[in-house]
T-cell receptor, first 117, second 112 residues
Framework: NAGVMQNPRHLVRRRGQEARLRCSPVKGHSHVYWYRQLPEEGLKFMVY????????ESGMPKERFSAEFPKEGPSILRIQQVVRGDSAAYFC???????????????FGPGTRLTVL | AQSVTQPDIHITVSEGASLELRCNYSYGATPYLFWYVQSPGQGLQLLLKYFSGDTLVQGIKGFEAEFKRSQSSFNLRKPSVHWSDAAEYFC??????????FGTGTLLAVQP
């Protein structure tokens, strides 16, 4: 069984360009989470999505960042007009659908390392 | 607010020695607790997790962790460290919101 897949693994952008990061969850998982890891820091939650719905975006910067998880296809994290401070590793995790109020274990992808020149 | 603290940024141990990595959490209820390991340039691998029940949890690669409610701790232990254990270790907590809160990590170096 394939795990969580992320592409590209490495992405280089110049300031002002757009970055698109893709995440394909484990087959059968309908929940996706995005986390950002800045250099020498732990992972910080960004957004939690279910198919076609944003459930929790409390960790997303207010501007330039957006995320989607369409009915078909991978989840996309989009960063517009990137700045040097966006350089980080971005990890996606997925979990299966579960019962309300229970915790669903998250499985992590290998990450996309974004470098902004 | 929910938080996770890993007091040790770097730890160096000799191969074959025992290891304990510290983790403290702050949460109103009993959280779900996890330890992940990250090798350089890689993603996160789950070592073990605690949801409820027995407070001593066994994980992969010979790791274990003990949940101590009175100390708000979930320390990771291994009786004999191998050179391949050199990596960064993250403690994390989760609650009803499903998002994970991570500590800042402990970088483990293993001396021959």
């Amino acid at each position: 069984n394939a795990g969580v897949m992320q592409n590209p693994r490495h992405l280089v952008r110049r300031r002002g360009q757009e970055a698109r990061l893709r995440c394909s969850p484990v087959k059968g998982h309908s929940h996706v989470y995005w986390y950002r890891q800045l250099p020498e820091e732990g992972l910080k939650f960004m957004v939690y999505l279910q198919k076609e719905n944003i459930i929790d975006e409390s960790g997303m910067p207010k501007e330039r960042f957006s995320a989607e998880f369409p009915k078909e296809g991978p989840s996309i994290l989009r960063i517009q007009q990137v700045v040097r401070g966006d350089s980080a590793a971005y990890f996606c995790a997925s979990s299966p659908p579960g019962t309300s109020g229970s915790y669903n274990e998250q499985f992590f992808g290998p990450g996309t390392r974004l470098t902004v020149l | 607010a929910q938080s996770v603290t890993q007091p040790d940024i770097h730890i160096t141990v000799s191969e074959g020695a025992s290891l304990e990595l510290r983790c403290n959490y702050s949460y109103g209820a009993t959280p779900y607790l996890f330890w992940y390991v990250q090798s350089p340039g890689q993603g996160l691998q789950l070592l073990l997790k605690y949801f409820s029940g027995d407070t001593l949890v066994q994980g992969i690669k010979g790791f274990e962790a003990e949940f101590k409610r009175s100390q708000s701790s979930f320390n990771l232990r291994k009786p004999s460290v191998h050179w391949s254990d050199a990596a960064e270790y993250f403690c994390a907590s989760g609650g009803a919101t499903n998002k994970l809160i991570f500590g800042t990590g402990t970088l483990l170096a293993v001396q021959p």
